[in-house]
């Protein structure tokens, strides 16, 4: 059973959704349903409140940090059908850098692109569609572009890396792709790449017919990084009790590699940073950590509980 090394107190005063550290660690954001935005300088077990965002009318599902290439940037997203682009013009000065209103229903899920695409962020909500923000210097804003994604509702956004894997190995010259998954109500796993003729975002016909589902809602996507890994990997987890680990083949198509069953729905996956360790979060409060072994099958590390197991809960 893994321990819990350090505790911070962030003085939210209802549910904690989202928790993300920076770039190089030294920042921690956070999320909840009191509609505030929070951000932490972590020195060690130390930490700081540096300042409180708040903008939305509604809670806050999740945040996201831009590369440090472009400044010190902050995504959020909310219950209030809003995703707000942030950045801290000066230490503690933060400013709406960009702002849309314009879902019908609430934004769940936003993920920033590689930083070799530019400063571009993804976002799903519930009424279905996926917005992809590009920011133009020339304009000195973000310009969206929305597509409908899944019937029901999107719950998820997650980028492909932008070396794909075994690139480095190979030592031949590869040509960056803009790819990422997508995860909704219709129980549907889709990859969406960009068209650079037609100038739009496509989805892409990379699983077999019918084979790119799960019994119940995707909650959550997330595409590995290609450090370490020789194939393509996606991991999805289902309101039908399950994580779907998927990897590309020679010809491009993915294919379900591994399929891990639970007792209870699963929330949320994370990759570590080298992608060979995968994080997922359970319905009944628990986190495991899971490792493929030499032989192909996948071995759980550990399992952590949180002792505020009673204020777990997620957004519906």
Sequence with gaps: MASTTHTIDTGHEEMIHDAQMDYYGKRLATASSDRSIRIFDVVGEQHTLAATLSGHDGP???????????????????????????????????????????????ANSISWAPHTHGLVLAAGSADGTISVYTYHDQMKNFQPQRFTAHTGGVNAVSWAPDVPSGALLSNQAFKPVKRFVSGGCDCRVVIWGFDDSRQSWEE?????????????????????????????????????????????EPNGMFKKAHRLNFDHKVWRVSWSVMGNILAVSQGDNKVSLWKESLDGTWKNLTSVKDANSDEVKQNA
Excluded: M
Aim: a negative charge; aromatic letters at 14%.
């Design 60 to 106: 806050v599902w999740q945040v996201a940090w831009a590369h440090p290439k472009f400044g010190t940037v902050l995504a959020s997203c909310s219950y209030d059908k809003r995703v707000i682009i942030w950045k801290e013009e000066n230490p503690g000065n933060w400013l709406k850098l960009f702002e849309d209103s314009s879902f019908d229903a609430s």
């Design 204 to 248: 892409l016909k990379l699983f077999d017919k019918d084979d790119n589902k799960h019994g119940d809602w995707v909650r959550d996507v997330a595409w590995a990084p290609s450090v370490g890994l020789p194939t393509g990997t996606i991991a999805t987890c289902s309101e039908d009790k399950s994580v779907i680990i998927w990897t590309e």
